[in-house]
């Protein structure tokens, strides 16, 4: 599945670069896997094979207006081919593809108390510095990691939560 869902977002990615609706139909391709993933009766429908793909490009119509032509003759390219439950995958590998483009890299920053925004910010300009990247940066509280830090730098995560340590501690005496 992985491998169609790469080839589908690499596809729809050059097409709209190409046509120059890059970013609207990143939007739109957001848009329409959100209300995919909030509404389970329209998913059930896209998803459904007891719906004929006649039946789903109607719905389809009905329910997205004023979407890109690009995207739509996308959409309808995956119920032809049944693929529609992969759309999920294809808005992820179409995002990893926009970010690598844009040479966006995501930040994200958790800690255990509130932060200050300017200590975060601190962080994602030395990130953004270090790597050449611009940074698209979030911070979220965990309480769970009892302290420290957790840095998530794209596929990279650096842990120096007091819950880490606490369980690289916990291995060392349990081995000994």
């Known amino acids: 599945m992985e491998e ?11 097409v709209a670069s190409e046509q120059g609706k890059l970013e609207s139909v990143k939007q739109q391709l957001d848009e329409f896997a959100q209300a995919l993933h909030e509404n389970r009766q329209l998913a059930v429908f896209f ?3 007891y719906f004929s793909a006649e039946e789903k490009k109607s719905g389809l119509h009905r329910t997205v ?3 890109e032509p ?5 959409l309808e390219a995956l119920i032809e081919r049944h693929r529609m439950p992969v759309i999920f995958r294809i808005r992820t590998d179409f995002e990893l ?3 690598k ?3 966006l890299l ?9 932060l200050d925004p300017e200590t975060i910010e601190s962080l994602g300009r030395r990130i953004g ?3 050449g990247n611009e940074i698209s940066l979030s911070s979220n509280v965990d309480p769970d990691i009892l302290g420290g830090i957790v840095l998530r730098v794209g596929n990279f995560i650096m842990d120096a939560s007091i819950r880490t340590r606490l369980e690289q501690l916990r291995r060392e005496v349990a081995q000994a």
């Open 97 to 99: 593809l926009y970010d």
């Open 70 to 74: 690009v995207f739509m003759n996308f």
């Open 4 to 14: 169609i869902a790469q080839v589908y977002a690499r596809s729809l990615f050059e």
């Open 47 to 49: 998803f459904s094979p």
């Open 106 to 114: 995501p930040v994200q920053v958790t800690s255990a108390v509130e």
């Open 65 to 67: 207006e004023g979407a």
């Open 101 to 103: 483009t844009n040479k």
């Open 129 to 131: 510095e270090q790597t």
